[in-house]
């Protein structure tokens, strides 16, 4: 059974820095590209960052880009999303993902939440301004 548990939200003010993890479970972690998402109130799940299997290749939403950075230990099985300079309109629920087809070959379809098929039950990040 696969799990993800995320980690490592809170309430931060604005400026500030979290670290997010997601510990994985189940499923051979190093096969599969990961995922941040993140869900405010109201608004749709949006994409925030995804990384390659080996952590090699990342992309961010525009939103996020210089800001935060996404990384990955294949011996821990773990992944984390390191984010800095924290707004207000950061403030949602972060949410890991796993992606549904292994070896990397989803890589073109990272952003869309419907390519991931595991999902952590997510953290909640507050950035109070």
């Known amino acids: 059974q696969v799990q993800l548990v995320e980690s490592g939200g809170g309430l931060v003010q604005a400026g500030g820095s979290l670290r997010l993890s997601c510990a994985a479970s189940?499923?051979?972690?190093?096969?599969?590209?990961m995922g941040w998402f993140r869900q405010a109130p109201g608004k749709e799940r949006e994409f925030v960052a995804a990384?390659?299997?080996?952590?090699?290749?990342?992309d961010y939403a525009d939103s996020v880009k210089g800001r935060f950075t996404i990384s990955r230990d294949n011996a821990k099985n773990t992944m984390y999303l390191q984010m800095n300079s924290l707004k207000a309109e950061d403030t949602a629920v972060y949410y890991c993902?796993?992606?549904?087809?292994?070896?990397?070959?989803?890589?073109?379809?990272?952003?869309?939440?419907?390519?991931?098929?595991?999902w952590g039950r997510g953290t909640q990040v507050t950035v109070s301004s």
């Open positions: 189940g499923r051979t972690f190093s096969s599969y590209v």
């Open positions: 993902a796993m992606n549904r087809i292994p070896y990397g070959s989803n890589w073109n379809n990272r952003g869309k939440p419907r390519e991931y098929d595991y």
């Open positions: 990384i390659t299997r080996s952590g090699s290749s990342t």
